[in-house]
């Protein structure tokens, strides 16, 4: 028996259109059809199941072997296009503990896929911090690849979000406060999350929102993975320079959480469409709606912050997670706190918080009308060549490297209060939808557009594939690849040249971008071939011999070691830390630089109960005992005043020391 493809997703119940690749919500993938076996494990209570495939039930069987002795499978509490999770106790430490299994597709990709990922989750397994959730292990046997992490009591936003609509303005500032503090923690370790979302954020039992799958979008983005079932990033929620397939930066984790923001705040995406490509282009081409047109009552300062979030131009966003903290507000959230109290009722699924679903507008609401979901905006491909698009739109803009996708427009309009929207988003994939009268400019009927407008975007894919190609294969042949490293980029390409010449124009851009990648390979190999067989470098000359030392300055003869009293000069200097008095920190530290002061500044005004705990790991005192080098080691234990909870920071740093006839005092440090 055949199961049917779904007309809602199994993740988060949003409506799915016919031939839909992708959830417009989430950004699960949709399943293709498979034979149905039956669950075998026990359910959630209110969780949606799904027709388990032989695959799924051989893969659990695999879990369970591999685990056997260490974690006892209980239950399967989550699924999506790149995992399943399952609820399971930690034997030894008699706790529960989620683990998330890869999708066998993953596995497929071969030995250098399952090492990427395992050194990648073992980067982001070393994060600490109260709003990421920790990863405890990560394993692999010989049929399943998974990772062990804490089990988190409570919900994921984008559930919360679905239930009860937009949130709170508080509410929406202490998430997104939390949320930026782990990002921006992150970032400072050289982790980038790639992946944020809303389903991506929980919603704890204690009221605190944290941050899941770190590490793991980065990995699967650079495998190139946008095969049906398997979801690299979410398109509702990707950055520009992400669709791209450039290098992404914090600040791509910016923008993600911009729109998670701007659905807080709507209880809408800036940007949704069944397809994927319209929902890139948005991301490139048009500006989202001003939050404040949607939500009045949101402060100017939290919506022209948003809007900020969500600059298509990286450089024009927030220069750190922590100048979006610092603009939008931090709530202080005590435990008996009313929006605390909201948080940890909407964690545990049984309230709504208070105040209106919808926020307060101006605008009339007119008579609700039906419209069916087969006449929305239509100029969708086959799910397999929505997918094959993605692919070669992806390669496209990594070997041609041009900002933009799509046809030529103005540059995209700085977002705000005064700015003109572009095309609205369209609205969530339902049957029923409640339509607000907004007069719009007339137009032709979309069936006589909508073909035009396909044909136009395709062809505009199929050149900028194809030139992406050429530039490859010049850029291989000028690294001195041989005709037989080019051959089969020179197999690919004519096949495309055909392909499109019958307008087959999904198999033309999967095969414009195998020649591209096929002719990557080969400058690749052609580099390596170079640099193996080139020459060894000659030697490095001789270094000229040292000048003559100058004679000896004759200083008074240091009788006493000067450790201790340098020991007392960064205890002085740790005292004064203590107090959060920037006056008493720069007479410990005369030589303290203006951005030093600032930075202390901004630290003392972020924390309380500090202690700081040096001690001098090594000191080399030169000069004749008139100045010092020491190396300082310690630890920061302070009380987070934002979140209220306990943190500890290791530290190093480097410091110099001068000696005069009042003792010792620090120059410097660095």
């Known amino acids: 028996m055949t199961s049917k493809p779904p007309s809602s997703c199994l993740r988060c119940g949003a409506s799915l259109g016919a031939g839909a690749s992708f959830c417009p919500r989430c950004g699960t993938g949709i399943p293709v059809q498979r034979p149905w076996s039956g669950p075998t494990l026990p359910t959630p209570p209110g969780a949606v199941t799904e027709p388990r495939p032989e695959a799924a039930e051989a893969q659990l069987a695999a879990l369970r072997r591999a685990t056997l002795g260490q974690y006892e499978i209980l239950s399967e509490i989550g699924h999506g296009g790149m995992a399943t999770v399952y609820l399971a106790h930690d034997l030894a430490l008699d706790r529960k503990v989620a683990i998330k299994v890869l999708a066998p597709a993953l596995l497929a990709m071969g030995e250098g896929m399952v090492e990427r990922f395992k050194r990648e989750a073992r980067t982001a397994a070393a994060l600490s911090h109260p709003h990421i959730i920790p990863i405890y292990a990560v394993r692999d046997s010989e049929q399943v690849l998974y990772f062990v992490m804490k089990h988190v009591q409570g919900r994921s936003l984008d559930q919360v979000v679905r239930d009860v609509g937009p949130l709170p303005i508080a509410m929406i500032q202490a998430i997104v406060a939390q949320v930026s503090d782990a990002l921006g923690y992150a970032h400072r370790h050289g982790v980038i999350h790639r992946d944020i979302k809303s389903a991506n954020i929980m919603l704890d039992e204690e009221g605190w929102a944290v941050v899941t799958d770190f590490g793991i979008a980065k990995v699967l983005q650079a495998q190139g993975l946008t095969m049906t079932g398997v979801t690299v990033g979410t398109p509702t929620y990707m950055s520009p320079e992400q669709c791209a397939t450039e290098e992404v930066t914090g600040a791509s984790d910016q923008y993600s959480l911009g729109v998670v923001a701007y659905e807080m705040l709507t209880g809408k995406l800036p940007f949704q469409d069944d397809s994927i490509m319209s929902v890139m282009y948005a991301h490139f081409n048009q ?384």
């Open 287 to 670: 500006p989202p709606r001003p939050v404040t047109d949607l939500r009045p009552d949101c402060p100017p300062n939290l919506g022209d912050a948003v809007m900020r979030m969500l600059e298509k131009q990286p450089a024009q966003r927030w220069p750190s997670m922590d100048d979006v903290v610092a603009v939008c507000g931090r709530p202080s959230l005590r435990h008996d706190d009313p929006i605390r109290r909201e948080m940890i009722t909407l964690a545990h699924g049984s309230a709504r918080p208070a105040g209106p679903k919808t926020p307060t507008s101006p605008i009339v609401l007119s008579r609700v009308r039906t419209r069916p979901t087969l006449r929305r905006r239509r100029w969708m491909w086959p799910a397999i060549a929505v997918t094959t698009a993605v692919l070669a739109f992806g390669l496209s803009r990594w070997f041609s490297g041009t900002p933009h996708v799509g046809p030529p427009t103005a540059a995209p309009v700085a977002a705000g209060h005064d700015s003109v929207p572009g095309a609205a988003a369209a609205g969530a994939d339902s049957s029923h939808t409640v339509v607000r009268p907004e007069p719009t400019p007339p137009q032709p009927p979309p069936t006589a557009r909508r073909p035009i407008v396909a044909a136009q975007r395709d062809d505009s894919l199929l050149g900028s594939l194809r030139a992406g190609a050429l530039r490859a294969e010049q850029r291989a042949a000028l690294a001195g690849a041989s005709p037989a490293d080019l051959s089969g980029g020179h197999a690919a390409f004519a096949s495309a040249e055909s392909l499109a010449s019958a307008r087959r124009v999904s198999e033309a851009m999967m095969q414009f971008a195998s020649a591209a990648s096929l002719w990557a390979d080969a400058e690749r190999i052609a580099r390596s071939r170079r640099v193996a067989e080139a020459p060894p470098p000659p030697p490095p000359p001789p270094p000229p011999p040292p000048p003559p030392a100058p004679p000896p300055v004759p200083v008074a003869t240091v009788a006493t070691d000067p450790r201790p009293d340098i020991e007392k000069v960064i205890a002085n200097y740790a005292g004064a830390l203590e107090s959060r008095d920037i006056e008493q920190v720069r007479q410990a530290y005369p030589g303290i630089t203006g951005a030093q002061q600032a930075s202390w500044q901004t630290f003392f005004d972020r924390v309380r109960n500090l202690k700081a705990s040096l001690s001098i790991a090594n000191l080399n005192v030169t000069g004749g005992g008139a100045s010092a080098d020491a190396t300082v080691s310690g630890v920061y234990e302070y009380d987070n005043a934002g979140t209220g909870r306990a943190e500890r920071r290791p530290v190093t740093f480097h410091t110099t020391l001068a000696r005069d006839a009042s003792g010792w005092r620090i120059t410097a440090i660095r």
